[in-house]
């Protein structure tokens, strides 16, 4: 792909909000886990949950979109002059000319465990009067309510593969920038913790009762978060300039919730991301690194194939949690932040490396020269993304 500028970017998550907020929480290795309670859940977990969703009101003329997802989409847009950027870029290309592309995986599902629960309680055959499917649980909800927000017309499409949603938005917009669809592209985002992911993830044996311990000997399991980011992408990049300067994706098939053990489908996905970029140009790997044991080894095998054992990298789920169809957006923004700030975070809640992993995870922050940031998502059913970030030549 050609380099796209990466013009404006934001990042919300229970690490904190905005993008100076998340590099503070990355120096200080401040977690934004918690041990406690989501809604009434039962499970014993750590969670990454936003603070303040609650109180989020929506414009209202867009109260129709109100749920928990979108209420975490308007914290993520006004946070660092976002909107304001966009509104630039729209008078500049004019508003069908910006594409919108966000990548969730449950959307609004919660607005409907709430609406179901209610239907429960008044023993009723139909939904409550105020549940409105399509502009709440509906996977399109969130990528149309960020296209009215902005006060957008361009094509517009939501993204659903599982934790590669909001990666492979960049690849699509990508291809509709080449294609002539648009002139610049809104990518982003978001997915809000629910009943149905908890327990879900839960039920495959995947959460952990303890903090999540990325590519630690001893790890168990995951930590949930919820989380929203959104970049504005635009053609040819000034020299200097942040850019996306390659996606790559690829899809094993291999399993509906187990990694391909030989990580061939996520080597590739590097590969295809690196494309003409020299391998030495990567100065740190963001890992996709749930720390459930399976995802972790596969993603070491991918990593040393193609890299070796010498690049710095680490996962930053230690900080955010897993936030599904939000951790490509999130881990983005926070490869941005380290070709920004030179600052390589260290595998937080990490003590002891598993030593059958043989990349160099990064037990110690260090600061460091940075050129390319990799930044890899993998999800359920083998879909496979990584991106390349780095400054236009």
Same mark, same amino acid.
């Given at each position: 792909?050609?380099? +796209? ?15 100076? @907020? ?11 886990? &918690? ?40 914290? !993520?847009?006004?946070?660092? /002059? ?8 729209? @008078? ?19 607005? !409907? ?25 509906? !996977? ?7 296209? &009215? ?6 094509? !517009? ?44 993830f839960n039920a495959l044996q995947l959460v ?5 311990? =990325? ?8 930590? +949930?978060?919820?989380?929203? /980011? ?17 996606? /790559? ?9 187990? =990694?391909? =053990? ?15 970029? &020299? ?18 080894? &596969? ?42 700030? /030179?600052?390589?975070?260290?595998? +937080? ?28 998502s993998f999800g359920f059913g083998g879909t ?10």
């Open positions: 792909m050609k380099p +796209l500028a990466v013009t404006a970017y934001t990042v919300t998550s229970a690490a904190g909000h905005g993008r100076a @907020a998340h590099l503070d929480a990355l120096r200080a290795e401040r977690t934004g886990l &918690a041990s406690q309670a989501f809604e009434d859940a039962t499970l014993p977990c750590w969670i990454g949950a936003v603070a303040r969703l609650e109180s989020v009101a929506l414009p209202r003329a867009l109260a129709a979109f109100d749920c928990r997802n979108n209420r975490l989409a308007e914290l !993520t847009l006004a946070a660092d /002059g976002f909107l304001e950027a966009v509104a630039r870029a729209r @008078a500049r290309y004019g508003a069908a000319r910006i594409g919108v592309f966000v990548g969730t995986s449950t959307s609004g599902v919660r607005q !409907t465990e709430v609406a179901y629960r209610e239907r429960r309680a008044a023993a009723s055959a139909a939904l409550p009067d105020w549940f409105d499917y399509r502009t709440t649980q509906s !996977t399109y909800s969130i990528a149309d309510y960020t296209r &009215a927000r902005l006060g957008l017309d361009g094509v !517009t499409a939501a993204i659903s593969a599982a934790c590669a949603s909001s990666a492979k938005v960049f690849a699509s917009a990508a291809r509709s920038i080449e294609c002539g669809f648009c002139d610049a592209a809104v990518v982003g985002g978001v997915d809000s913790l629910c009943l149905t992911t908890l327990y879900g952990s009762a303890d903090i999540c311990r =990325p590519a630690d000997a001893e790890r168990k399991g995951l930590s +949930l978060g919820e989380a929203g /980011g959104y970049a504005l992408l635009e053609r040819d990049p000034a020299g200097g300039a942040f850019a996306c300067l390659g996606a /790559g994706e690829s899809s094993d098939a291999h399993h509906m919730s187990q =990694p391909r =053990p030989d990580g061939a489908g996520a080597a590739l996905a590097m590969r295809r991301a690196l494309g003409a970029h &020299a391998l030495e140009r990567v100065s740190y790997i963001n890992l996709h690194g749930t720390a459930t044991p399976a995802n972790d080894s &596969a993603e070491d095998t991918a990593v040393t194939a193609v890299f070796g054992t010498t690049v710095p990298c680490s996962s930053t789920k230690g900080w955010t949690g897993h936030t599904l169809g939000a951790a490509g957006i999130v881990e983005a923004a926070i490869s941005l932040l380290v070709l920004e700030s /030179g600052f390589l975070p260290r595998s +937080l809640n990490t003590r002891t490396k598993d030593p059958k992993l043989t990349a160099d995870v990064l037990l110690a922050s260090r600061t460091a020269t940075v050129d390319c940031v990799l930044s890899n496979n993304c990584a991106l390349l970030f780095g400054r236009a030549p």
